[in-house]
């Protein structure tokens, strides 16, 4: 049976189409939410699954090909009766329909919701715009677009899946590439999105909680994504009627993009820098980077220790989830942290303070000499995930 076995990722060609047939091409990085753990599909020999976007409007094209089928169909899987469960109602199947509706919305197509950023990056001596909108199931037609893009949750996110469009909480933030069409015309086209829920936060407000973020694979490696997460923080610190963001359980890359981009937040607030440190330690905001300076022992709120009540002012100001505060503070010391055993001390016992109280329950079953050496492995593997962190942001 391993000949009539295709790896659905390897199957699966997605595309973005614009005008004039222009067109991305890339595969999907997971399948198996929707055939299977294994990733594979029984029952064909050079299977191919082409799924095209209008590069803006996202309308999709499917077409399922083979070049041989098993005859016995109790051994065949249905791949567009699978593929249906998860695309949305309307779906094109004729190639040349599509790409007439392709070239006909690349001209068209205007990106729904309220635009909350832009920035442009100049390469070769081309210049290329970027936008970044916010909208929410309220947002007229966003409702039937996010059926469209939801797909992309499934193929690029590790455990992803489809959210309630029902329920009113989720907000959104779409990015998009801006290019020159035909005379002032502008084109549009979708790199990929964020998805945030609302939590009640007494007494009055919300809290929102990242839960989904993708950027497409031929948009990557680009800081666009940074840019994303940066537009989505900075919308969420000009709202005073929201008082946090957080990050619903952040798969690795995203965690350290999320840290970098908190990091050069922090290092470039001259006001954070100077109080952290001490007017002496200040750089004019500037970054900070590994070993740079002098002690930071009794010469700002940073300590070490840190001052627990100037950390959690700025906290609430910066409106960052309480662990990734904690976390930040502790890479910022780092980056500064003296030699002095006084200081090293200090700062060692902070940070194992902090991973006791995260790791209490399975702490407390251990016996006191067994704990105490988890807990210096614990932090020995922290800082040293740290420093690898901070060189990110050299």
């Known amino acids: 049976m391993a000949e009539w076995a295709a790896d659905s990722n390897e199957a699966t060609k997605l595309s973005l189409v614009g005008c004039s047939g222009d067109a991305v091409h890339f595969h999907p990085t997971f399948t198996y939410p929707i055939f299977g753990e294994e990733e594979k599909i029984y029952g064909y020999k050079g299977l191919s699954i082409d799924m095209r976007f209008a590069c803006g409007a996202l ?3 499917m077409s399922v090909t083979w070049s041989k089928q098993l005859a016995s169909e109790s051994t065949v899987d249905d791949v567009e009766g699978t593929l249906k469960e998860y695309l949305p109602q309307e779906y094109l199947v004729d190639a040349k329909t599509f790409e007439a509706r392709a070239e006909e919305e690349a001209r068209t197509f205007k990106p729904l919701g309220d635009l909350v950023h832009s920035y442009s990056r100049t390469s070769m001596g081309e210049q290329s715009h970027y936008e970044v909108y916010h909208a929410t199931w309220a947002t007229p037609g966003f409702r039937a677009y996010h059926q469209r893009m939801q797909l ?28 020159k069409g035909d005379g002032d015309a502008w084109t549009y086209h979708f790199m990929g999105y964020s998805s945030l829920y609302n ?45 946090e963001l957080s990050v619903e359980d952040p798969a690795e890359a995203f965690e350290d993009l999320r840290d970098k981009n908190d990091l050069i937040m922090l290092f470039n607030h001259e006001k954070f820098i100077t109080e952290g440190f001490g007017s002496s330690e200040s750089s004019g905001g500037g970054r900070v980077g590994v070993g740079r300076g002098g002690s930071t022992t009794g010469k700002g709120k940073l300590g070490p220790p840190v001052d627990k009540h100037w950390a959690e002012r700025w906290r609430l100001e910066l409106k960052l989830a309480t662990r990734q505060f904690q976390r930040l503070i502790e890479m910022v010391i780092l980056s500064r942290l003296d030699s002095e055993p006084k200081a090293q001390k200090a700062y060692r016992l902070q940070v194992k303070e902090r991973l006791y109280r995260f790791n209490f329950e399975m702490l407390a079953q251990l016996e006191s000499e067994e704990r105490l050496e988890k807990l210096e492995e614990t932090f020995k593997s922290v800082t040293e995930d740290y420093r690898r962190i901070l060189a990110l942001v050299k």
């Open 59 to 61: 309308t999709l094209f």
């Open 199 to 243: 939590f009640y936060y007494f007494p009055d407000r919300t809290r929102l909680r990242l839960s989904q973020f993708v950027v497409l694979p031929p948009f990557q490696r680009g800081g666009h994504g940074s840019a994303l997460y940066s537009a989505t923080y900075q919308y969420i610190l000009a709202k005073p009627e929201i008082a």
């Open 152 to 179: 992309f949750i499934l193929f690029f996110i590790e455990a992803g899946s489809f959210i309630n469009d029902e329920d009113d909480q989720w907000e959104f933030f779409v990015l998009y590439e801006k290019r």
